[in-house]
């Protein structure tokens, strides 16, 4: 009886052993951006550790964004998500294809909605900027802004400046933008706007996911 109870308090001691490094774990310095985060909210630290080795930790921010950190090898991968309030960088990333299919593609040349996705544009930079983990000027929004926009020239076999027929590309991006163009068409200015102020209302961490 004895042996039996020295052995469970062994194996209890092994448990205690084994987890209180990772209770500590959500709070260390994992040499990333994102560790003043983790530190702020100690205290809604969740830290798994798989069989593989890699320790995962998740936080919610204060905005109710969740951060999640994946960390094997050394390596640190991150992911953020935001089921609360809605993705913005998703959403940007969603605008920014958009508003570059509307100056490269012949079908859909609709100058009023290239106009109202500029000023949608402007909205989302501005968040992202005031609210970015990292704080990126403007000029550093409008680079990556060209940046996407000469990508998507190049998926299109695009020339630097003109229109093609993007149907020809095969990519099914098109239909992804007419889908898109069709949903802006069935709202007025002021109702589309008022969605996009609803969506940045709460200061929050910018987040990727969920996205399309």
Same mark, same amino acid.
């Given at each position: 009886?004895? +042996?039996? +109870? @020295?052995?469970?308090?062994?194996?209890?001691?092994?448990?205690?052993?084994? *987890?209180?490094?990772?209770?500590?774990?959500?709070?260390?310095?994992?040499?990333?951006?994102?560790?003043?985060?983790?530190?702020?909210?100690?205290?809604?630290?969740?830290?798994?550790?798989?069989?593989?080795?890699?320790?995962?930790?998740?936080?919610?921010?204060?905005?109710?964004?969740? =951060?999640?950190? /994946?960390r094997?090898?050394?390596? /640190?991968s991150?992911?953020?998500a935001?089921?609360?309030?809605?993705?913005?960088?998703? *959403?940007?990333?969603?605008?920014?294809?958009?508003?570059?299919?509307?100056?490269?593609? $012949?079908?859909?040349?609709r100058?009023d909605?290239?106009?109202?996705l500029?000023?949608?544009?402007?909205?989302?930079?501005?968040? =992202?900027?005031?609210?970015?983990?990292?704080?990126? @000027?403007?000029? $550093?929004?409008?680079?990556?802004?060209?940046? +996407?926009?000469?990508?998507f020239?190049k998926?299109?076999?695009?020339?630097?400046?003109? +229109?093609?027929?993007?149907?020809?590309?095969? @990519?099914?991006?098109?239909? *992804? /933008?007419?889908?898109?163009?069709a949903?802006?068409?069935?709202?007025?200015?002021?109702?589309?706007?008022?969605? =996009?102020?609803?969506?940045l209302?709460?200061?929050?961490?910018?987040?990727?996911?969920?996205?399309?």
């Amino acid at each position: 009886m004895a +042996r039996n +109870r @020295s052995k469970r308090v062994a194996g209890l001691l092994a448990l205690a052993l084994a *987890f209180s490094p990772l209770a500590a774990a959500g709070a260390e310095d994992w040499g990333t951006p994102y560790d003043k985060l983790f530190a702020d909210g100690a205290e809604r630290v969740k830290t798994f550790k798989d069989e593989d080795g890699s320790v995962t930790r998740e936080v919610i921010t204060k905005g109710g964004v969740q =951060i999640r950190q /994946v960390r094997k090898n050394g390596e /640190v991968s991150t992911a953020t998500a935001d089921v609360l309030h809605g993705p913005v960088l998703c *959403f940007w990333e969603i605008a920014v294809t958009v508003r570059a299919a509307l100056d490269v593609c $012949e079908e859909t040349n609709r100058p009023d909605l290239a106009k109202r996705l500029d000023t949608t544009l402007g909205k989302l930079n501005r968040f =992202i900027m005031a609210n970015g983990l990292e704080k990126a @000027s403007k000029a $550093e929004m409008d680079a990556a802004m060209t940046a +996407r926009f000469q990508r998507f020239r190049k998926s299109q076999a695009a020339p630097e400046t003109g +229109r093609v027929a993007c149907s020809k590309a095969g @990519s099914g991006t098109l239909g *992804f /933008v007419n889908a898109y163009l069709a949903d802006m068409d069935k709202k007025s200015e002021t109702d589309y706007q008022a969605g =996009i102020d609803k969506l940045l209302s709460v200061p929050r961490l910018p987040a990727m996911n969920p996205c399309l």
